[in-house]
C-alpha cells in the first residue's frame, strides 16, 4: 500500500479503545462456536475408523478393513459413498442454512444467530450419539450441519465487530483456533473411546461434541450483540452504551458516528445479495470467494477429516494411525497461536506466503514417498518413510494452521462494508462449505483413483494461491473495518478500478 495511503488511514486507527474482560470473555464464548465446527471435523475421521462403527452401520467397508485380499488397493479400503456421506452431509447442511443465517444475523443480530447454531448442534449430538440406524446418523449429521452454517456466519461477524482494531485479528483467530482445539479434543477422545470393550466407544466420541454445543448456547444467551449490529437495527442508544462497555471508556463518539453512517448507508440498501454482486463490491467478493476456494484446495481438510483413515492406508495399524492424527492435531493448535500473535504484527500476506512455500514442499515430499513406497496391492513404506510422512503430514499442517485456517476467515469477515457484510459472510460460508462437501465427498474415491498423485493435485493449487496472494490481494493490518475501501480497495493497483466515487448512487438506486 503506498505511503500516502497509510499516512492517511492513520488517524483512523486512533479510536480509543482499551482491551476490556468484557470483550476478551464475549469472544472467548463466541469463539466455542469454532470449538463445536472443529470437534464435528475431527471426530467423524476417527469414528469412521472404528471397526465397532463400521461394523454396526458399513458392514462392506469393515470387511475390506479386516481382511487384505491380494487384489484389494491400499489406497481403496474406504472408498465408500455412504461413507463419504456422513462425513460431508454436515457441509450439505451448512451450505443451505448458511442463506438462513444471512437473513437472521442481519435482522435478529449476531448473538440470537448463534443461539440457534448452539440449539441445532445440541440436536444433531443426541440424534448422533443415539443413532440405531444410518438414517438417524445422517439426520444428526444434517442438524449439526445447520448449527455450522448459523455459527460460521455469525461469530466471524461478531468476533470482527466487537475488537479493536489493533488486536481485530488476533480475537478473530479465536475462532480458528477454537477449530483447531477441537479437532485435537476429538482427536485425543477418539483415541480413549477407541480402546472401550463393547463398541460402543464411537457412541460417546459423538455424544461429547455436547459440551461445546452447551457452552456455546449458554455464551449466547450471555453476550450483548455487537454495537454495529444493534445500531444497523436502530437500537441507538443500546449499541451506544454496549460500545462503551466493550472499549471501556465514555469516549466513542467518533467510532460511534462512524458506526451509524455505515448503519445508514446499509440501510439504503434493500437487497443486499444484489448489492453484492455490483461492480463496486466486486473486490470484497472476488477476494472472499477465492480464498474460500483456496482454503479448500490446499488438501488441509482431506487431511484432517480422514487422518486416521490415511495412516491406516499408510499401514500404521488402527491405534498407531488414532495416536498420529492426535500429532498432527496438536501441531495445528499451537501454529495457530503463531498466528494470533504474528497477524497483527507481521500482516496477512507474510503469513500467507511463505505458508505457501512450506505447504508445497511438504506436499511434493509426501506425494514422492508414497509414489516410491506405497503401491497399490503392497506397502514397502519403512518405520523411516513412515516417520518423513508424518513430520511432512505436520509441516503442511503448522503452516496452514498460521496462515490459510485463519486467514481464510478472518479477511472476508473484516473487507465487506457494513451494507453487504451479513451477504457477503453468507456467500463466504456457502462457498466453503460447497467446496468442503466437494472435498469430504470426493477424498476417499479421489485417494484410490489417484493414489499418491493426490497430494501432487493440491500442491499445484497451492502454487496458484501463493501467485493470487501475491499479486492480488491487499494488506487490512490495522485498517479500521469500516475504511476498507477508502484505505485499501482505492490504493490498490488492480481493485482501484472497480471503485468509484458514484458508488453511493449506484447503492441509492437499488
Given at each position: 500500500?503506498?505511503?500516502?495511503?497509510?499516512?492517511?488511514?492513520?488517524?483512523?486507527?486512533?479510536?480509543?479503545?482499551?482491551?476490556?474482560?468484557?470483550?476478551?470473555?464475549?469472544?472467548?464464548?463466541?469463539?466455542?462456536?469454532?470449538?463445536?465446527?472443529?470437534?464435528?471435523?475431527?471426530?467423524?475421521?476417527?469414528?469412521?475408523?472404528?471397526?465397532?462403527?463400521?461394523?454396526?452401520?458399513?458392514?462392506?467397508?469393515?470387511?475390506?478393513?479386516?481382511?487384505?485380499?491380494?487384489?484389494?488397493?491400499?489406497?481403496?479400503?474406504?472408498?465408500?459413498?455412504?461413507?463419504?456421506?456422513?462425513?460431508?452431509?454436515?457441509?450439505?447442511?451448512?451450505?443451505?442454512?448458511?442463506?438462513?443465517?444471512?437473513?437472521?444475523?442481519?435482522?435478529?443480530?449476531?448473538?440470537?444467530?448463534?443461539?440457534?447454531?448452539?440449539?441445532?448442534?445440541?440436536?444433531?449430538?443426541?440424534?448422533?450419539?443415539?443413532?440405531?440406524?444410518?438414517?438417524?446418523?445422517?439426520?444428526?449429521?444434517?442438524?449439526?450441519?445447520?448449527?455450522?452454517?448459523?455459527?460460521?456466519?455469525?461469530?466471524?461477524?461478531?468476533?470482527?465487530?466487537?475488537?479493536?482494531?489493533?488486536?481485530?485479528?488476533?480475537?478473530?483467530?479465536?475462532?480458528?483456533?477454537?477449530?483447531?482445539?477441537?479437532?485435537?479434543?476429538?482427536?485425543?477422545?477418539?483415541?480413549?473411546?477407541?480402546?472401550?470393550?463393547?463398541?460402543?466407544?464411537?457412541?460417546?466420541?459423538?455424544?461429547?461434541?455436547?459440551?461445546?454445543?452447551?457452552?456455546?448456547?449458554?455464551?449466547?444467551?450471555?453476550?450483548?450483540?455487537?454495537?454495529?449490529?444493534?445500531?444497523?437495527?436502530?437500537?441507538?442508544?443500546?449499541?451506544?452504551?454496549?460500545?462503551?462497555?466493550?472499549?471501556?471508556?465514555?469516549?466513542?463518539?467518533?467510532?460511534?458516528?462512524?458506526?451509524?453512517?455505515?448503519?445508514?448507508?446499509?440501510?439504503?440498501?434493500?437487497?443486499?445479495?444484489?448489492?453484492?454482486?455490483?461492480?463496486?463490491?466486486?473486490?470484497?467478493?472476488?477476494?472472499?470467494?477465492?480464498?474460500?476456494?483456496?482454503?479448500?484446495?490446499?488438501?488441509?481438510?482431506?487431511?484432517?477429516?480422514?487422518?486416521?483413515?490415511?495412516?491406516?492406508?499408510?499401514?500404521?495399524?488402527?491405534?498407531?494411525?488414532?495416536?498420529?492424527?492426535?500429532?498432527?492435531?496438536?501441531?495445528?493448535?499451537?501454529?495457530?497461536?503463531?498466528?494470533?500473535?504474528?497477524?497483527?504484527?507481521?500482516?496477512?500476506?507474510?503469513?500467507?506466503?511463505?505458508?505457501?512455500?512450506?505447504?508445497?514442499?511438504?506436499?511434493?515430499?509426501?506425494?514422492?514417498?508414497?509414489?516410491?513406497?506405497?503401491?497399490?496391492?503392497?506397502?514397502?513404506?519403512?518405520?523411516?518413510?513412515?516417520?518423513?510422512?508424518?513430520?511432512?503430514?505436520?509441516?503442511?499442517?503448522?503452516?496452514?494452521?498460521?496462515?490459510?485456517?485463519?486467514?481464510?476467515?478472518?479477511?472476508?469477515?473484516?473487507?465487506?462494508?457494513?451494507?453487504t457484510r451479513s451477504a457477503g459472510q453468507s456467500m463466504t460460508v456457502c462457498v466453503?462449505?460447497?467446496?468442503?462437501?466437494?472435498?469430504?465427498?470426493?477424498?476417499?474415491?479421489?485417494?484410490?483413483?489417484?493414489?499418491?498423485?493426490?497430494?501432487?493435485?493440491?500442491?499445484?493449487?497451492?502454487?496458484?494461491?501463493?501467485?493470487?496472494?501475491?499479486f492480488l490481494l491487499p494488506e487490512t493490518k490495522g485498517v479500521p473495518i469500516e475504511?476498507?475501501?477508502?484505505?485499501?480497495?482505492?490504493?490498490?493497483?488492480?481493485?482501484?478500478?472497480?471503485?468509484?466515487?458514484?458508488?453511493?448512487?449506484?447503492?441509492?438506486?437499488?
Amino acid at each position: 500500500m503506498p505511503a500516502a495511503a497509510l499516512a492517511v488511514a492513520q488517524p483512523a486507527v486512533e479510536f480509543e479503545a482499551k482491551i476490556t474482560p468484557v470483550v476478551i470473555v464475549s469472544c472467548l464464548m463466541a469463539a466455542t462456536g469454532g470449538l463445536m465446527f472443529g470437534y464435528d471435523i475431527g471426530v467423524s475421521g476417527g469414528v469412521t475408523s472404528m471397526p465397532s462403527f463400521l461394523k454396526e452401520f458399513f458392514p462392506t467397508v469393515y470387511d475390506r478393513t479386516q481382511v487384505h485380499k491380494g487384489g484389494d488397493s491400499n489406497y481403496c479400503k474406504y472408498d465408500n459413498q455412504g461413507l463419504q456421506l456422513f462425513t460431508s452431509s454436515l457441509y450439505l447442511a451448512a451450505l443451505t442454512a448458511t442463506f438462513f443465517a444471512s437473513y437472521t444475523t442481519r435482522v435478529l443480530g449476531r448473538k440470537k444467530t448463534m443461539l440457534i447454531a448452539g440449539i441445532f448442534f445440541i440436536v444433531g449430538t443426541v440424534l448422533n450419539a443415539s443413532a440405531v440406524s444410518l438414517l438417524m446418523l445422517i439426520i444428526g449429521r444434517i442438524a449439526l450441519g445447520c448449527g455450522v452454517g448459523f455459527a460460521n456466519q455469525a461469530v466471524p461477524l461478531f468476533l470482527s465487530e466487537i475488537a479493536p482494531t489493533r488486536i481485530r485479528g488476533a480475537l478473530n483467530i479465536l475462532f480458528q483456533f477454537d477449530v483447531t482445539v477441537g479437532i485435537l479434543l476429538a482427536n485425543l477422545i477418539n483415541y480413549g473411546t477407541s480402546k472401550i470393550e463393547g463398541g460402543w466407544g464411537w457412541r460417546l466420541s459423538l455424544a461429547l461434541a455436547g459440551v461445546p454445543a452447551v457452552l456455546l448456547t449458554s455464551g449466547a444467551i450471555l453476550v450483548d450483540d455487537t454495537p454495529n449490529s444493534l445500531i444497523e437495527r436502530g437500537y441507538l442508544e443500546k449499541g451506544k452504551s454496549v460500545l462503551k462497555k466493550i472499549r471501556g471508556t465514555d469516549n466513542v463518539e467518533a467510532e460511534y458516528l462512524e458506526i451509524v453512517e455505515a448503519s445508514r448507508i446499509s440501510q439504503e440498501v434493500k437487497h443486499p445479495f444484489r448489492n453484492l454482486f455490483m461492480r463496486q463490491n466486486r473486490p470484497p467478493l472476488v477476494i472472499a470467494i477465492m480464498m474460500q476456494i483456496f482454503q479448500q484446495l490446499t488438501g488441509i481438510n482431506a487431511i484432517m477429516f480422514y487422518a486416521p483413515v490415511l495412516f491406516n492406508t499408510l499401514g500404521f495399524g488402527n491405534d498407531a494411525s488414532l495416536y498420529s492424527s492426535v500429532i498432527t492435531g496438536a501441531v495445528n493448535v499451537l501454529s495457530t497461536l503463531v498466528s494470533i500473535y504474528s497477524v497483527d504484527k507481521v500482516g496477512r500476506r507474510i503469513l500467507l506466503l511463505e505458508a505457501g512455500f512450506q505447504m508445497l514442499v511438504s506436499q511434493t515430499i509426501v506425494g514422492v514417498v508414497l509414489g516410491l513406497k506405497l503401491q497399490d496391492n503392497a506397502n514397502h513404506l519403512s518405520h523411516g518413510m513412515a516417520i518423513v510422512v508424518v513430520l511432512m503430514v505436520c509441516s503442511f499442517v503448522s503452516s496452514f494452521a498460521w496462515s490459510w485456517g485463519p486467514l481464510g476467515w478472518l479477511i472476508p469477515s473484516e473487507t465487506f462494508p457494513l451494507e453487504t457484510r451479513s451477504a457477503g459472510q453468507s456467500m463466504t460460508v456457502c462457498v466453503n462449505m460447497i467446496f468442503t462437501f466437494v472435498i469430504a465427498q470426493s477424498f476417499l474415491s479421489m485417494l484410490c483413483h489417484l493414489k499418491y498423485g493426490i497430494f501432487l493435485f493440491f500442491s499445484g493449487w497451492v502454487l496458484v494461491m501463493s501467485l493470487f496472494v501475491m499479486f492480488l490481494l491487499p494488506e487490512t493490518k490495522g485498517v479500521p473495518i469500516e475504511e476498507m475501501t477508502e484505505k485499501v480497495w482505492k490504493q490498490h493497483w488492480f481493485w482501484k478500478r472497480f471503485i468509484s466515487d458514484g458508488a453511493v448512487e449506484i447503492k441509492d438506486s437499488v
